[in-house]
Each structure stands twice: as structure tokens, then as C-alpha cells.
């Protein structure tokens, strides 16, 4: 099966689900990324008022936001006049399985500040 036509206001909602849940992961890895970078700066100002070498840069991964693509297919779907809707099998791995091309590396971006 290469594609699937879908009733539309599910698929929106569908989308809103998903929507949310990415940004409540994103919310919180931003608010620990936040944390352990108030510690590295901490570290760094430490450091540096002791007389040792000054760190300019720091390796801690910036939380990925990826609401705006959501955001674009929720309103594409808003905006469309038909009851429904025909998805390729790519757009319904990445809308209904929140499957996205970057799903793994947010995942993975998420979880090195989510898991304790």
C-alpha cells in the first residue's frame, strides 16, 4: 500500500497529540538543559576567577524544537477544503506514527537530559 485516504479531523487531531507531546519533552529538556548549563557556566566562571585557562565553548546539546513542522501540517490540513485527505505512506509514518526524518535524533537529544 503506497498510500491511505484518512478522515481529516482525526488526522488533526491526531497531529494536535503529537504536537503536545513533542513540545512537553522539549519543555522539559529545555528546562534541564537550562539547569546544566547554569553549572557549566558556574564551572567556567569558577575556573577562571582561580587563574586556570578560560573554556569559550561547551558540548552540552541544545534541545531540538521541532513544533513548527507540526505546526505547518496541522494548518496545511486547516486550510484545505476536503472532508478528507489521501496520505503517502511517508507523510502517515511521519503525521499519525510521529515517525518524523528527525524523530530519532530529537529522541536522542531529549533523552540525554530526560533520563536520570
Known amino acids: 500500500m503506497d498510500s491511505i485516504t484518512v478522515e481529516k479531523a482525526k488526522l488533526i487531531e491526531t497531529l494536535k497529540t503529537n504536537r503536545r507531546q513533542h513540545r512537553a519533552i522539549f519543555d522539559k529538556a529545555q528546562e534541564k538543559y537550562r539547569e546544566a548549563m547554569i553549572v557549566e557556566l558556574d564551572r567556567a566562571l569558577q ?3 582561580e587563574g586556570r585557562p578560560i573554556r569559550r565553548g561547551f558540548t552540552l546539546p541544545v534541545p531540538e524544537d521541532h513544533t513548527a ?4 501540517a496541522i494548518e496545511m490540513l486547516e486550510w ?4 478528507e ?5 511517508r507523510e502517515f509514518a511521519q503525521y499519525v506514527q510521529n ?16 533520563v536520570s
Open 47 to 49: 575556573e577562571a576567577k
Open 69 to 72: 513542522d507540526f505546526d505547518t
Open 80 to 83: 484545505d477544503t476536503d472532508q
Open 85 to 89: 485527505v489521501t496520505l503517502s505512506w
Open 99 to 114: 515517525n518524523w526524518s528527525w524523530a530519532q535524533s530529537f529522541q536522542a537529544n531529549s533523552a540525554s537530559y530526560l
